[in-house]
C-alpha cells in the first residue's frame, strides 16, 4: 500500500458515536453554483480517476468533490455526518453490524438513480479488483453487503470495528454507478461518474476542468461556479510565479517551506494571503528490525536521544511543522507523549553513548538514511541530511544519506534492503487507530518486520471494538509507550498545511482541516 501524504495538514477528534441519525448536519446543498469559477494550481498530479484505485492525496482530492460518500466529515469536524445517507447506526452493541439508509431521489451527475445497488457494488468491487495502489486495504473488517431494498444497506463486519463509519466517510467510501463501471476491472479513460457537487468535465496532464453538479443531493453548499485545477508536475518555482503573475488564484499542495514561509512574511503586501489550516499528517523515520545495524535496539534508542526536531523545524522547515513526540499526532484523540517521556527533547550524546554501549556497540555507527525524491515533502532530503549531520557531530555516528526514485524505493524497503528510512502518513480518517493499526497491526504498511503480541492481539482488537471514542484512551496510550520503548519507528514532525491565495479568494479556512477533506464548494472569488 503506498502511503498517502501531503505536505503542510492538528486535529480534533469527536468520538465516533455508534449511531449517525437524521438530522446531523444534513439538508439540501446549494447545486446551483453561484460566483466566479476557481482556478487552484497545486505540484501534484491526480493518479487516478477510479476510487478502486487511487490512494493518493490528488486523487482523493478529485474524488472527496465528484463522488459522494454514505457519510461526510463536515468542515472543521471530525465526527461523520449522513451525507447519501439519511441515517446510519450499528445495529449491534459489538460493533458489527452497520445499517444506513439512503436519501430519497437520489442521482448520479448523468441522470441514473443510485440506489443501494450501487452501494453495494461499488464495495464488492473495491474488494474483488483489490488494486495494490487503491484503499481496499482499509476494510480487511468488511465481510459482506447486504441490499434489503432499494434504500436500505448492511454492513456485516467480520470483527468489531468502531471506526467503521469513519472509513466510510472518507475518500475509500465513493460510491460509483454501477452501470459505468466494470466489477472486475478498473475504468481505464481518465472519465469519472460520481453524484458529488461537482463533475469532473475533462482531465490532462496539465489541468483538470470541474462544473458544478446540478443533480447532487447533499451537505455541501456550493459558492463558486466551477474549479479549474492546474498541474505543476513537482515544480514549486512555476507554482510559485504562477500565483505572483495571477495565472492561478490559489496554490494548495507543494510549496516549499522557504517559499510559505517567505509569503507569509510579506502577507498582503503583494495581494497575497498565506492561510494556515490544521493537519494530522505525520513524517517518521522507520527501522528495519532484521537489519543488522537498525535492527539493534542501542542503535535505535541512540538516534532518539540525538535526535534535535527543534533544529530541524526551525533550519529546515522554517516552522511550517511542529516537533512530534508519539505516533498519534497532537489533537488526535489518544495522543500523548511517549517519546518525550522516554528520550527528552533536548540531545543528549551522553544517554546516547551509554545506550551503545549497553548493546555492546563500540565505535563509529555506520549508517545510510534512505529517501526518495519529492515523495514525503519537498525538504525532506535536507532533513534526512540535517539528521544525519546530528549523528555524525555526536561522534557516535558515521551516517550519510542516499535517494532513490520512489518505485524502486518501495521494491528495496519490501525486500529489506535498507535499514533506516522515511515515511510520510495521512490519515484516511481522523481516529488514533489509524495512525497505529496500519503500522503495528496485521500487514504492516511499513514493511520494517516489527511484531509485538501485545499490540495487535490485545491493543489494537480492543481500541477498534469500543464505540465510545474517549474510552480508547489508556490503551493508546499503552500502544504508544511500548513503541517508544520498542523503538519500531522514531517520529519527526508533524505538519501544518497552508494555501496560499490572491486576495479576494475565500474559503480556504473551511478546506485545510483535520479531516484532509478540500472543499471545492467552500472556495468564492469576490
Sequence with gaps: MNMRYQWPVLPIVAGLASGLLTGCGTGSGDSGGTGSSVVMGMSDDVLATDPASGYDPGSWLLFDNVFQSLLSFPKGGTE??????????????????????????????????????????????????????????????????DTPDAKKVVFHLKVPDATFPGKLASGAGSIVDHRQYDADGLRKDGKAVGSGPYKLDSLDKDQAVFSVNADYKGTAKVKNSGITLKFFHGDRAALKQALLDGNVDLAYRGLSASDVAGLDQQDGSKGIDVIEGTSAEVQHLVFNMKDPIAGKLGVRKAMAYLLDRDALIKNVYQGTATPLYSIVPAGIAGHNTAFFDTYGARPSQTKAAAALHADGITGRVKLTLWSTPSRYGPATGEELKAIAGQLNASGLFD????????????????????????????????????????????????????????????????????????????????????????????????????????????????????????????????
Excluded at 483489490?130 to 486495504?137: F, H, L, T, Y
Excluded at 520512489?406 to 490519515?427: L, M, R, S, T
Design 80 to 145: 461523520p455526518q449522513p451525507e447519501l445517507a439519511r441515517k446510519c447506526t450499528f445495529t449491534d452493541s459489538r460493533a458489527m453490524v452497520y445499517r444506513c439508509e439512503l436519501k430519497d431521489g437520489l442521482k448520479f451527475s448523468n441522470g441514473d438513480a443510485l440506489t443501494s445497488q450501487d452501494v453495494k457494488f461499488s464495495f464488492d468491487r473495491m474488494l474483488k479488483i483489490n488494486d495494490a495502489s487503491g484503499p481496499a486495504i482499509m476494510f480487511p473488517m468488511l465481510g459482506s453487503v
Design 399 to 526: 551516517a550519510d544519506v542516499r535517494s532513490v526514485a520512489f518505485d524502486q524505493y518501495e521494491k528495496d524497503i519490501a525486500a529489506g534492503k535498507y535499514g533506516v528510512y522515511v515515511k510520510g502518513w495521512v490519515p484516511d480518517y481522523p481516529d488514533a487507530d489509524n495512525f497505529t493499526a496500519p503500522f503495528f497491526g496485521k500487514g504492516n504498511v511499513l514493511d520494517n518486520n516489527y511484531r509485538n503480541g501485545t499490540i495487535t492481539g490485545t491493543l489494537i482488537p480492543h481500541t477498534a471494538a469500543q464505540s465510545d471514542r474517549g474510552a480508547t484512551d489508556q490503551d493508546f496510550g499503552r500502544l504508544q509507550d511500548i513503541v517508544a520503548d520498542e523503538l519500531p519507528v522514531l517520529p519527526v514532525w508533524q505538519a501544518k498545511q497552508y494555501a496560499v491565495t490572491r486576495d479576494g479568494v475565500y474559503g480556504l479556512e473551511y478546506c485545510l482541516d483535520a479531516s484532509t477533506v478540500f472543499r471545492f464548494w467552500e472556495l468564492s472569488k469576490g
